[in-house]
């Protein structure tokens, strides 16, 4: 079991900034790869971002990239969703989650994902 809690969302302005935070419970945090998803209302869960539990690599959906960076600190088991430049359309529920994958394909997969948070609620208004 690796249970996740997610913090930092809230609502901010368009053009602003959040963090997120995923802390981990677990001393195998290291072990897992973490990713990072959202589901606004009506529409189905979408992949976000993700850092491979390996070397660190990071991925991102077309929509988010260059926009957020997403890291991970395994001596904190924590790993973080920095997240600049918001627009209305990211207003979501967000949630970390956690594989043991480390190939791009599979991180980018929300079914492949064996642990999950409780998401945060993320709201920007334009």
């Known amino acids: 079991q690796v249970p996740l809690v997610e913090s930092g969302g809230g609502l901010v302005q368009a053009g602003g900034s959040l963090r997120l935070s995923c802390a981990a419970s677990?001393?195998?945090?290291?072990?897992?790869?973490m990713g990072w998803f959202r589901q606004a209302p009506g529409k189905e869960r979408e992949f976000v971002a993700a850092?491979?539990?390996?070397?660190?690599?990071?991925y991102y959906a077309d929509s988010v990239k260059g926009r957020f960076t997403v890291s991970r600190d395994n001596a904190r088991n924590t790993t973080y969703l920095q997240m600049n430049s918001l627009k209305p359309e990211d207003t979501a529920v967000y949630y970390c989650?956690?594989?043991?994958?480390?190939?791009?394909?599979?991180?980018?997969?929300?079914?492949?994902?064996?642990?999950w948070g409780q998401g945060t609620q993320v709201t920007v208004s334009s």
């Open positions: 677990a001393r195998t945090f290291g072990m897992y790869s």
């Open positions: 989650a956690a594989t043991s994958g480390n190939i791009e394909y599979l991180l980018r997969n929300l079914n492949l994902y064996h642990y």
């Open positions: 850092v491979r539990r390996s070397d660190g690599t990071t």
